[in-house]
């Protein structure tokens, strides 16, 4: 393995309750549900979304302290689509970023720089 690469680890494990998982990363725990049962926890797919969109918020904070951007806020607001006869398959995932701070031009570099990333 190359010396410059950095992991990253997330274990989950199932429960006693069916469709309820554990998981942990690093020193974190936090339990993931089935969208199915027992439907209690973020599901799945909500934590799946939340990782992309976390991530877009960080990228774009760093892209902005790096370009010099001034950033008061950012919501990466995400919506994935679903078919009924295929429940378990994305349709389409559409990510809206939306800034305060930026002009509408220094919006749109980041967005790029998000996008190119």
């Given at each position: 393995m190359s010396d410059d690469l950095t992991p990253t680890s997330v274990t989950?494990?199932?429960t006693e309750t069916t469709g309820r998982v554990l998981n942990s990363a690093r020193h974190?725990?936090?339990v993931i549900d089935s969208p199915y049962e027992p439907a209690e926890a973020v599901s799945t797919g909500e934590s799946f979304l939340a990782g992309i969109s976390?991530?877009?918020v960080t990228l774009v904070q760093g892209a902005a302290r790096d370009e010099e951007i001034p950033l008061d806020r950012l919501s990466v607001?995400?919506?994935s689509w679903r078919?009924?006869?295929k429940p378990f398959d994305f349709d389409?995932?559409?990510v809206e970023l939306i800034y305060t701070g930026?002009?509408?031009e220094q919006a749109?570099?980041?967005t790029e720089i998000w996008k190119s990333r």
């Open positions: 989950s494990t199932s974190n725990h936090f976390a991530c877009g607001q995400i919506t078919g009924d006869a389409h995932i559409d930026p002009t509408l749109e570099t980041l």
